[in-house]
């Protein structure tokens, strides 16, 4: 009778993010969602040179989309199949040491990211996101700045790129940045404890943004056009510089001092001066004005340059700004560099926020073009919410270089079959109220192990 009682318990549970669920599912339903994600976790078999790393992915992948509060190996088979050492030993093994290939996953992710979210007007947005750590133990984990926490603290430090379309938002890569703490000979010990790979060299986090943009660039499998990030990866002009030689089209939110001109100063070409040696570099004539602070430029424009624009139909309804667009010459080793956009955009408050944006897009891009990026937070925000309070994304506990990567390739699963999931409701128009159940125990219940090649085929439940 207890047994029974806490298995209703269990099954009556809200989910790990502490939302309240917005459909009712019957069991016919969680059936159908079981056959689907089973067919889903299928299209990455050719990534596992085993079986068992087929099944542990998958079962990993049901954990996570389970009801499990702590989602991390243990409370995941102990409620699934109850307490057993070996299988704790195996999912973590699979996690933090197997040596399947999270590379090849990820490129077969964002093939299917393609396939469901693509458009050749595609966002690239690059954010970074910290996660706390207890001790020193952890792959990368040092004294630096957590998002999350909003000060200084222990944590790891992860650089992602989000897709963002019409359609949806999802992942599409990683990296973990290593502080350079861990480059020092006292970290060496740990370094191999780690599985830190050999020739893995100290990056800024701007330096691991551009090769997540530069990696999807070459592989050409997910459509894009632009590419957007906050500060902290805006004021690095080389970051800037390299999208821009990519063809692509960067949207980049600047610090309030990054100094521009308005006009394209006088440069004197390298020769003979009138005293002296010959310059070998060029150098701005001696009566070219000198570069101003954008903050002090957004001070000076006529009010007529400032225009009301709608950026976004929010929850609590439209958000609105005031927007200034003008044509700067940005400054590079204190020369005249690319001639650029720098966007104002300005609060309506009394004490209006300021922000100051700059974007390689050409002269004829619409204004609407670059007040909707300007509003493009909140999709980077709700993905890395989503996959924490949904998939899991910072309960993990594996301390390897492997094992980070592994898990947050897994995340990229979960959250993009849950994406999948969303767009299939909005094409189905019926809507059906039944009772609920954990879609974990349907793929997982006590002793049940999934058969992947006798899934049924898909019937998604139609809730609206």
């Known amino acids: 009778m207890k047994k029974r009682a806490r298995r209703q318990f269990q099954a009556r549970r809200p989910p790990a993010s502490g939302r309240?669920?917005?459909?009712?599912?019957?069991?016919?339903?969680?059936?159908?969602?079981?056959?689907?994600?089973?067919?889903?976790?299928?299209?990455?078999?050719?990534?596992?040179?085993?079986?068992?790393?087929?099944?542990?992915?998958?079962?990993?992948?049901?954990?996570?989309?389970?009801?499990?509060?702590?989602?991390t190996i243990e409370p995941m088979v102990l409620s699934f199949y109850g307490p057993d050492v070996n299988l704790v030993r195996a999912g973590q093994q699979f996690i933090g040491h197997s040596p399947w290939d999270s590379e090849l996953m990820v490129l077969r992710h964002q093939q299917l990211v393609a396939e469901s979210l693509g458009d050749s007007e595609g966002i690239v947005i690059i954010d970074g996101s910290g996660f706390p750590k207890q001790g020193q133990e952890s792959v990368g984990v040092a004294r630096q700045y957590c998002g999350?926490?909003?000060?200084?603290?222990?944590?790891?430090?992860?650089v992602f790129a989000v897709y963002v379309t019409p359609h949806g938002y999802t992942f599409l890569d990683r990296r973990l940045y290593l502080h350079g703490d861990w480059f020092e000979d006292d970290h060496r010990e740990r370094w191999k404890k780690?599985?830190?790979?050999?020739?893995?060299?100290?990056?800024?986090?701007?330096?691991?943004?551009?090769?997540?943009?530069?990696?999807?660039?070459?592989?050409?499998?997910?459509?894009?056009?632009?590419?957007?990030?906050?500060?902290?990866?805006?004021?690095?002009?080389s970051l800037l510089d390299k999208i821009d030689a990519l063809g692509k089209w960067y949207f980049a939110e600047v610090p309030c001092n990054t100094r521009v001109w308005l006009r394209r100063p006088q440069v004197e070409p390298p020769g003979r001066g009138?005293?002296?040696?010959?310059?070998?570099?060029?150098?701005?004539?001696?009566?070219?004005?000198r570069p101003r602070e954008v903050r002090n430029i957004a001070a000076s424009p006529p009010k007529s340059d400032w225009q009301r624009y709608t950026i976004k139909e929010?929850?609590?309804?439209?958000?609105?700004?005031?927007?200034?667009?003008?044509?700067?010459?940005?400054?590079?080793?204190?020369?005249?560099?690319?001639?650029?956009?720098?966007?104002?955009?300005?609060?309506?408050g009394r004490q209006p926020e300021l922000k100051f944006y700059l974007s390689n897009a050409p002269v004829d891009c619409t204004r609407s073009d670059l007040v909707r990026l300007s509003g493009l937070r909140w999709p980077v925000e709700t993905t890395l919410e989503e996959a924490k309070g949904e998939a899991g994304m910072d309960h993990y506990e594996t301390r390897t270089w492997l094992g980070w990567y592994h898990h947050m390739t897994q995340v990229f699963l979960a959250h993009h079959f849950l994406m999948r999931l969303r767009l299939k409701f909005k094409k189905n128009a019926r809507v059906d109220h039944g009772t609920s159940t954990p879609i974990g125990r349907a793929c997982f219940g006590r002793g049940n192990v999934p058969s992947i090649r006798h899934s049924r085929p898909s019937q998604l439940p139609s809730t609206a």
């Open 274 to 289: 009138p005293l002296g040696r010959p310059r070998t570099q060029p150098r701005l004539a001696p009566r070219a004005p």
């Open 20 to 71: 309240k669920p917005s459909l009712r599912l019957t069991p016919s339903d969680i059936e159908a969602i079981r056959d689907e994600l089973i067919a889903y976790h299928r299209l990455f078999d050719s990534v596992f040179q085993r079986r068992e790393q087929r099944y542990w992915s998958l079962f990993y992948l049901c954990g996570q989309l389970s009801n499990v509060e702590r989602k």
């Open 148 to 158: 999350c926490l909003g000060k200084i603290a222990n944590c790891q430090e992860g």
């Open 194 to 237: 780690c599985g830190i790979p050999d020739d893995i060299q100290f990056h800024t986090e701007p330096e691991l943004a551009l090769d997540l943009v530069q990696g999807l660039a070459q592989r050409g499998v997910v459509p894009f056009r632009w590419v957007a990030f906050d500060e902290h990866f805006g004021e690095s002009p």
């Open 314 to 348: 929010g929850s609590k309804g439209p958000m609105v700004a005031e927007f200034a667009f003008l044509r700067v010459t940005v400054v590079r080793n204190g020369l005249p560099g690319p001639r650029v956009w720098a966007i104002f955009r300005r609060g309506l």
